[in-house]
């Protein structure tokens, strides 16, 4: 019989060096894994490339030109589309202002606007100026008809003099300019610094604390 029809099984078929080798675990293995990461290139090779990957792309976005104070609307000369590195920007771009959009919390040159510094924004965390604290108080007649972006000075009434002995109940500035952040049905809410925060609570509990509208800074 000639060579090329012999069969195993069949006296005077031997199998050849390449099939020996192919019989070896660790060759069979290692060309399975090779033909497996050549049909996962292959089929990658035609993908179209994500134009958000690139890490120099730039992005259009609105940057404030001079401070944006709590309470004001986006004017003109206050806000001014630039382009910037997609890689740099923060999450939460506003990608629209509006002619009533407003300053929920003050806005420096040179910053990008978020949605959440938005009156309106998400969450109360968003809408107060870094570094500071949010107080609450509710609605009451010695409160003054204040509105966001209003600033107000926070005093406490107090009976303890400079040395801490009792006189005369007098008031003692807590915080000299706080600024409206929100104002609902039942509360107002100012943001402070975290020290005037701390000086706050005593008197707060003890319902002594009491706001002062100020008047608008002029130019």
């Given amino acids: 019989m000639p060579a090329f029809m012999a069969r195993r099984g069949i006296p005077g078929w031997k199998p050849s060096p390449l099939v020996k080798l192919l019989r070896r675990p660790i060759v069979f293995w290692s060309i399975l894994v090779l033909l497996i990461a050549a049909t996962v290139v292959l089929s990658n090779l035609g993908e179209d490339v994500d134009p958000d990957a690139d890490p120099e792309r730039l992005i259009e976005v609105p940057v404030a030109q001079r401070l944006i104070l709590p309470g004001e609307t986006f004017e003109e000369d206050a806000v001014a589309?630039?382009?910037?590195?997609?890689?740099?920007?923060?999450?939460?771009?506003?990608?629209?202002?509006?002619?009533?959009?407003?300053?929920?919390?003050?806005?420096?040159?040179?910053?990008?606007?978020?949605?959440?510094?938005?009156?309106?924004?998400?969450?109360?965390?968003?809408?107060?100026?870094?570094?500071?604290?949010?107080?609450?108080?509710?609605?009451?007649?010695?409160?003054p008809p204040v509105s966001t972006g209003d600033r107000v000075r926070i005093f406490a009434s107090s009976n303890l003099d400079a040395n801490g002995l009792e006189g005369a109940a007098h008031a003692v500035s807590v915080a000299a300019e706080a600024w409206v952040v929100e104002v609902d049905a039942e509360s107002v809410t100012v943001a402070v610094s975290p020290q005037e925060a701390a000086a706050a609570v005593v008197p707060k509990q003890n319902g002594t604390l009491t706001l002062a509208a100020l008047a608008a800074r002029r130019p």
């Fill in 81 to 143: 589309w630039e382009l910037r590195p997609a890689k740099v920007l923060p999450d939460g771009i506003a990608d629209n202002l509006d002619e009533d959009d407003m300053a929920a919390v003050a806005i420096y040159p040179g910053e990008e606007v978020l949605t959440a510094r938005l009156k309106g924004g998400r969450g109360l965390s968003g809408r107060i100026p870094p570094g500071t604290a949010a107080l609450s108080f509710p609605k009451t007649a010695e409160i």
